[in-house]
C-alpha cells in the first residue's frame, strides 16, 4: 500500500478506472438520457389509459370531506382532459424515478473507488425509497388532517366546489415537498462523507435547524399549523436520523485506511 506524501493512504491503482475521452463521455450521457426519456414514455403510456381513475383515487381525501351532494368542478373547458394527462406525466416520472437513478448511477459509478460505490448505491437507493414514503406520508396522513381545517374553517352558507386543476397543482406540490423533505438523511450523509461538515457541527447547530425546518414548513406548505408542524416535525426528526447514520458512515469509509495503515 503506497503513501502520499501528507502521510495519508492513497488508492489503489486497481481501483481506479480508465480515463475516457471527452466524445465518449459525452455519447454515455446522451445514451443514459435517452433510456431516461424512454422510461417515462414506457410508465406514461401504462399510466395514461387510467389517468382518470388515478385522479379520482388521488382526489379522495378532499372528496370524502365535502359536504353530502357537493363535488368538485371543473373551470376551464380544457381542464377535464389535461388535469388527468399532468397527473399521468408526473406519475410517470414518480414511477421511472429509479431508473433514472440507476442509469445516473451507472453513468458515475466509473469514476468511483472501490469503498465510495460501496456507500453510493445504499445511498441511491435509500433515497428512492425515502422520496416515495415522502408522498405516501403526505397522501394518508397530511391530506386528511389539512383538507379537513380546510372543509371545517370556511364560513358558514359558502358552498366549496374546488376545482380540479387547482387540487392537482396543490397536491403535487406537497407530494414534492415532503419526497424532498424526507431527503434530509441523504443530503446530510453526503455533507459528512465530502468533508463539508461533521456530526459534532451538525448537532452544535441544532437549535438553528429546527428554526429553518419550521421557516421551510411555513414556505411549502399551505398557511396553516398543522401542515407546517406536520412537515417541519418529520424534517427535525429525520436530520436527527441523517446524523446518526452520518457518524457510520463515516466510520465505514475510515474503516478501510485504518486497516491498510496497519497492515504496512
Not at 503506497?2 to 492513497?10: I, V, Y
Not at 388515478?54 to 357537493?70: A, F, K, T, W
Not at 366549496?160 to 387547482?166: F, R, V
Not at 436530520?239 to 466510520?251: C, K, M, N, T, V
Request: proline share 8%.
Amino acid at each position: 500500500m503506497t503513501t502520499q506524501p501528507d502521510g495519508k493512504n492513497a488508492h489503489r491503482p486497481e481501483d481506479i478506472q480508465p480515463e475516457m475521452p471527452l466524445v465518449e463521455h459525452l455519447l454515455e450521457l446522451r445514451n443514459r438520457l435517452l433510456k431516461m426519456v424512454l422510461a417515462v414514455i414506457i410508465c406514461f403510456a401504462a399510466i395514461y389509459p387510467f389517468a382518470n381513475e388515478l385522479y379520482l383515487l388521488i382526489s379522495q381525501p378532499l372528496r370524502d370531506l365535502l359536504p353530502v351532494g357537493q363535488t368538485m368542478i371543473a373551470t376551464d373547458i380544457t381542464s377535464p382532459f389535461f388535469a388527468p394527462l399532468k397527473l399521468a406525466l408526473v406519475l410517470a416520472v414518480f414511477v421511472a424515478i429509479p431508473v433514472i437513478l440507476y442509469q445516473l448511477w451507472s453513468f458515475i459509478a466509473p469514476g468511483l473507488y472501490a469503498h465510495e460505490k460501496k456507500l453510493a448505491f445504499p445511498l441511491l437507493f435509500t433515497s428512492v425509497v425515502l422520496f416515495y414514503l415522502g408522498a405516501a406520508f403526505a397522501y394518508y396522513v397530511v391530506f386528511p388532517l389539512v383538507f379537513g381545517f380546510f372543509t371545517a374553517i370556511g364560513p358558514e352558507g359558502i358552498v366549496e366546489l374546488p376545482d380540479i386543476s387547482s387540487y392537482l397543482n396543490f397536491v403535487l406540490k406537497m407530494f414534492f415537498a415532503f419526497g424532498v423533505a424526507f431527503e434530509i438523511p441523504i443530503a446530510t450523509i453526503l455533507l459528512i462523507l465530502t468533508g463539508a461538515t461533521t456530526p459534532e457541527d451538525l448537532a452544535a447547530k441544532r437549535p438553528y435547524i429546527v428554526v429553518g425546518c419550521f421557516v421551510i414548513g411555513m414556505l411549502l406548505t399551505p398557511p396553516d399549523i398543522i401542515s407546517q408542524t406536520l412537515l417541519a416535525v418529520p424534517m427535525w426528526l429525520l436530520f436527527e436520523l441523517g446524523i446518526l447514520f452520518g457518524r457510520l458512515a463515516r466510520r465505514e469509509v475510515e474503516a478501510p485506511d485504518a486497516t491498510d495503515t496497519s497492515n504496512e
